[in-house]
């Protein structure tokens, strides 16, 4: 599934959207900003890949205060790729209220086939894998937060 909006879903498929229970899993920003520089630093992965438009500068990103540095200088979320957008930009209305039925942090994906009743039987395979081993330092954690602190108010 592509990275779309709460709202893109809601357009396209009113009804559904209504009548379908919703989730979302809920990342830790740092977690997810240090991935998502790592995984632009390459490009992406075999299955999805950042934007041609976007691919030579994020593999410029010589350090994580390179990535952060650009995503604090942009004025908007379509000012940068996918990876780098808020969690709230994806879950949130217009307004800033959640707009999925549920948000379960990261560290219960394991669960979803127990905690989404239309989920059970089903294994959740991991995709997108991007291993990586990056220290991040406090003051970096700290411009992370102030980035996404709609993200950090949505912790579950």
């Known amino acids: 599934m592509m990275h ?13 959207s209504k009548e379908l229970p919703s989730f979302a899993i809920w990342r830790d920003p740092v977690e ?13 992965t075999s ?3 950042i934007h041609p438009s976007v691919n030579a500068l994020y593999r410029s990103f ?3 205060d390179d990535a952060i540095t650009h995503v604090e200088s942009q004025s908007s979320p379509y000012d940068v790729d996918h990876v780098f957008r808020p969690q709230a930009w994806y879950i949130c ?5 959640l707009e999925v039925d549920n948000l379960f942090p990261m560290e219960q994906i394991a669960q979803l086939p127990e905690l989404v009743p ?27 937060r102030k980035l996404y602190q709609q993200d950090e108010a949505l912790r579950p």
């Open 32 to 44: 997810r900003f240090v991935s998502a520089w790592a995984f632009a630093r390459k490009g992406g």
């Open 93 to 97: 209305g217009k307004d800033g209220q």
């Open 118 to 144: 239309a989920m059970r039987g089903h294994v959740i395979p991991h995709l997108n894998q991007n291993p990586h081993a990056i220290e991040v330092t406090a003051l970096q954690a700290r411009r992370i």
């Open 4 to 16: 779309q909006t709460f709202r893109y879903y809601r357009h396209v498929t009113p009804e559904l």
């Open 62 to 64: 010589h350090t994580l």
């Open 47 to 49: 299955t999805v890949k």
